[in-house]
């Protein structure tokens, strides 16, 4: 079982920045990408990031690309979400989820573990 813990949320005006973190904790988190994904009231589940086992691929929604920023660190078992430029459309409880390397990490059926989430809200 692995859990997952998201933190960083808040309120913050347009054009600010936030920086979300994802701690997994239990079993060994080796092997599984990381996704980030919204909801909006109102909306569906939907993807923002995602990355890699290693770190060394990444992919964004197109909504995001260029403001916003996925890494992590494993030596924490931390990934991040670095988000500038915020817009009132970023609002949204943001969670992380775990997919199976291999596994497409577009698809949030196709995830294993999912975090609490961590409310964002952007005010215009």
């Known amino acids: 079982q692995v859990r997952l813990v998201e933190s960083g949320g808040g309120l913050v005006q347009a054009g600010g920045s936030l920086r979300l973190s994802c701690l997994a904790s239990g079993r060994s988190f080796s092997g599984y990408s990381t996704g980030w994904f919204r909801q909006a009231p109102g909306k569906e589940r939907q993807f923002v990031a995602a990355i890699d086992w290693s770190g060394g691929s990444t992919n964004y929604a197109d909504s995001v690309k260029g403001r916003f920023t996925i890494s992590r660190d494993n030596t924490k078992n931390t990934v991040y979400l670095q988000m500038n430029s915020l817009k009132p459309e970023d609002t949204a409880v943001y969670y992380c989820?775990?997919?199976?390397?291999?596994?497409?990490?577009?698809?949030?059926?196709?995830?294993?573990?999912w975090g609490q989430g961590t409310q964002v809200t952007v005010s215009s």
């Open positions: 989820g775990a997919v199976r390397y291999g596994t497409s990490w577009f698809d949030r059926r196709n995830y294993d573990y």
